[in-house]
């Protein structure tokens, strides 16, 4: 299994990227295995202000659709756009090319209460 050490994770199977004040928000490599060949991302929160812990979006694989959530408050300042015709990068790069959201962060104190690689790797028995 692929996690980032320069990533932090939530107990919900998303990852962050934190630049500057700004973030990358993804699905780790963990959950998109769990969900199988994704087929549709749908992100509809692009200009709001979401709270920590509450949906950002949805991704939907070929037997489920699962809720995204947020893993702290933020503005949603990008959907990544290549997922509406490509859905399968969250699959073959989720890391990568198959990022979610692009984020202004609220409040940076909220970084530490999110999981380090060791701390997630416990979550999912790696």
């Given at each position: 299994?692929?996690?980032?050490?320069?990533?932090?994770?939530?107990?919900?199977?998303?990852?962050?990227?934190?630049?500057?004040?700004?973030?990358?928000i993804?699905?780790?490599?963990?959950a998109?295995?769990?969900?199988?060949d994704i087929?549709?991302?749908?992100?509809?929160?692009?200009?709001?202000t979401?709270?920590?812990?509450e949906?950002?979006?949805?991704?939907?694989?070929?037997?489920?659709?699962s809720?995204?959530?947020?893993?702290?408050?933020?503005?949603?300042?990008e959907?990544?756009?290549?997922?509406?015709?490509?859905?399968?990068?969250?699959?073959?790069?989720?890391?990568g090319?198959?990022?979610?959201?692009?984020i202004?962060?609220?409040?940076?104190?909220q970084?530490?209460?999110l999981?380090?690689?060791?701390?997630?790797?416990?979550?999912?028995g790696?």
């Amino acid at each position: 299994m692929n996690l980032p050490e320069n990533l932090k994770y939530t107990e919900d199977h998303e990852w962050i990227r934190v630049e500057g004040k700004e973030a990358y928000i993804g699905i780790t490599d963990f959950a998109q295995k769990e969900l199988g060949d994704i087929v549709y991302v749908e992100i509809e929160t692009e200009g709001e202000t979401i709270e920590k812990g509450e949906v950002f979006g949805t991704v939907e694989a070929v037997k489920t659709v699962s809720d995204l959530f947020m893993p702290l408050n933020g503005e949603v300042l990008e959907v990544n756009e290549e997922l509406e015709g490509e859905p399968e990068l969250v699959n073959s790069d989720p890391y990568g090319k198959g990022w979610m959201i692009k984020i202004s962060i609220e409040d940076e104190s909220q970084l530490d209460s999110l999981l380090s690689v060791e701390q997630y790797k416990e979550v999912v028995g790696a």
